[in-house]
């Protein structure tokens, strides 16, 4: 089909078609939710994070890194949830082994470890390393400083190289 | 987020249920500005993408990316793959290519046409199914007597042929002239309708 040229200028041009961002990152999306709120609470986190991530998008500038995008629409509806159930914005501390999906399936290994670290840390280690979060951003999904953020990560870190030896 | 998560035994949600309440809440929400389906027919897949006006492009396999493509630009990139909002179609669609449906009654979404388009197509509309026009009669019919070569580009980028029979139109003097989506449709589309004899 060749469309005959449009006189208006069209909004959004250059995005691709939103399908595009469901067939590459629904799958990371959905195991990132998993992750965070278990099976019960993943699918309507999903559906959330996906829906406004519709609305905004004909207005969305940069498409350098949409998974980047969706990972952080996901991050703010985890926060939402936790809000809703009157909780401290941060992850829950009963993340049980077996909801707990890695994020990647070539780090699974590392991924089991880092659940077993405590609650602060493998949050934050999860927030820089699954989601390449800055410190900053850490520390404000997580209600504390950036070098309290910074320190989460690097205790975290120091256990896993620990366990590793 | 309760005592409960430690013993959560329920399944993992299956990534395809998921994103079909994903889908369903978008269309309710009015956030579903194109939804698309692919559907096998004799002349190969059909790409079919549908506003909430009605149909809005046709296309022929090979191409259905750049439709896709050229859809979020031109119209909105709220586009999902949503087969249900096309059952409608793809209901006529099927029985047109089983012969037994002559006209098609899905509403069209024309804002991928221009006027002049727009008239050519409308005017192509009502060449009856098992007949033929020539563009130089489609050209007059719409006041337009030199506009011949016109008509051919305003059929030629049809965004919605089979189901706006831009295949009736041909060559004074018999030969079939061009087809968007290649001779060889515009073969079996005419054969189909009566307007050609069948070669076996």
Same mark, same amino acid.
């Given at each position: 089909?060749?469309?005959?040229?449009?006189?208006? #200028?069209?909004?959004?041009?250059?995005?691709?078609?939103? %399908?595009? +961002?469901?067939?590459?990152?629904?799958?990371?999306?959905?195991?990132?939710?998993?992750? #965070?709120?278990?099976?019960?609470?993943?699918? !309507?986190?999903? %559906?959330?994070?996906?829906?406004?991530?519709?609305?905004?998008?004909? /207005?969305?500038?940069?498409?350098?890194?949409?998974?980047?995008? +969706?990972?952080?629409?996901?991050?703010?509806?985890?926060? !939402?949830?936790? #809000?809703?159930?009157?909780?401290?914005?941060?992850?829950?501390?009963? +993340? !049980?082994?077996?909801?707990?999906?890695?994020?990647?399936?070539?780090? #699974?290994?590392?991924? !089991?470890?880092?659940?077993?670290?405590?609650?602060?840390?493998?949050?934050?280690?999860?927030?820089?390393?699954?989601?390449?979060?800055?410190?900053?951003?850490?520390?404000?999904?997580?209600?504390?400083?950036?070098?309290?953020?910074?320190?989460?990560?690097?205790?975290?870190?120091?256990? +896993?190289? /620990?366990?590793?030896? | 987020?309760?005592?409960?998560?430690?013993?959560?035994?329920?399944?993992?949600?299956?990534?395809?249920?998921?994103?079909?309440?994903?889908?369903?809440?978008?269309?309710?929400?009015?956030?579903?500005?194109?939804?698309?389906?692919?559907?096998?027919?004799?002349?190969?897949?059909?790409?079919?993408?549908?506003?909430?006006?009605?149909?809005?492009?046709?296309?022929?396999?090979?191409?259905?990316?750049?439709?896709?493509?050229?859809?979020?630009?031109?119209?909105?990139?709220?586009?999902?793959?949503? @087969?249900?909002?096309?059952?409608?179609?793809?209901?006529?669609?099927?029985?047109?290519?089983?012969?037994?449906?002559?006209?098609?009654?899905? @509403?069209?979404?024309?804002?991928?046409? =221009?006027?002049?388009?727009?008239?050519?197509?409308?005017?192509?509309?009502?060449?009856?199914?098992?007949?033929?026009?020539?563009?130089?009669?489609?050209?007059?019919?719409?006041?337009?007597?030199?506009?011949?070569?016109?008509?051919?580009?305003?059929? =030629?980028?049809? @965004?919605?042929?089979?189901?706006?029979?831009?295949?009736?139109?041909?060559?004074? =003097?018999?030969?079939? =002239?061009?087809?968007?989506?290649?001779?060889?449709?515009?073969?079996?589309?005419?054969?189909?309708?009566?307007?050609?004899?069948?070669?076996?």
């Amino acid at each position: 089909m060749t469309m005959p040229a449009g006189e208006h #200028r069209p909004r959004g041009a250059g995005l691709p078609p939103f %399908q595009a +961002l469901l067939d590459d990152h629904a799958d990371v999306v959905l195991r990132f939710l998993i992750a #965070r709120v278990g099976h019960v609470e993943a699918e !309507d986190c999903f %559906q959330e994070t996906f829906l406004a991530a519709l609305r905004a998008y004909p /207005r969305l500038r940069d498409t350098a890194n949409l998974r980047g995008w +969706l990972l952080t629409i996901a991050r703010n509806k985890v926060t !939402d949830a936790h #809000r809703d159930a009157q909780r401290r914005p941060m992850l829950s501390d009963e +993340l !049980d082994t077996a909801s707990a999906a890695p994020p990647e399936p070539a780090g #699974r290994e590392v991924w !089991d470890e880092v659940k077993r670290l405590p609650a602060k840390q493998r949050n934050a280690v999860a927030l820089r390393f699954a989601e390449d979060r800055s410190y900053d951003d850490i520390a404000r999904t997580m209600a504390t400083t950036p070098e309290a953020a910074r320190r989460n990560v690097h205790e975290g870190i120091k256990k +896993l190289r /620990r366990g590793q030896r | 987020m309760s005592a409960d998560r430690a013993i959560d035994n329920t399944a993992p949600p299956r990534l395809p249920d998921v994103i079909a309440g994903f889908r369903r809440r978008a269309e309710a929400g009015g956030l579903l500005d194109v939804a698309y389906t692919a559907m096998d027919s004799p002349i190969g897949p059909l790409l079919l993408a549908a506003t909430e006006a009605g149909l809005v492009a046709v296309a022929f396999s090979g191409n259905h990316d750049d439709t896709l493509n050229e859809l979020a630009v031109r119209l909105s990139p709220r586009i999902l793959e949503a @087969p249900g909002r096309l059952d409608a179609v793809r209901r006529e669609l099927d029985a047109y290519f089983e012969g037994k449906l002559r006209d098609f009654s899905v @509403p069209l979404d024309w804002s991928l046409v =221009g006027t002049f388009s727009r008239r050519v197509l409308d005017r192509t509309a009502r060449i009856p199914y098992g007949a033929v026009s020539s563009y130089g009669d489609v050209a007059r019919s719409i006041g337009t007597p030199r506009g011949a070569r016109a008509v051919g580009n305003a059929l =030629g980028s049809n @965004p919605i042929p089979i189901v706006v029979p831009c295949h009736r139109v041909t060559r004074t =003097g018999g030969t079939l =002239g061009g087809y968007g989506g290649g001779l060889d449709r515009k073969t079996y589309l005419l054969t189909l309708e009566g307007a050609l004899q069948r070669r076996d």
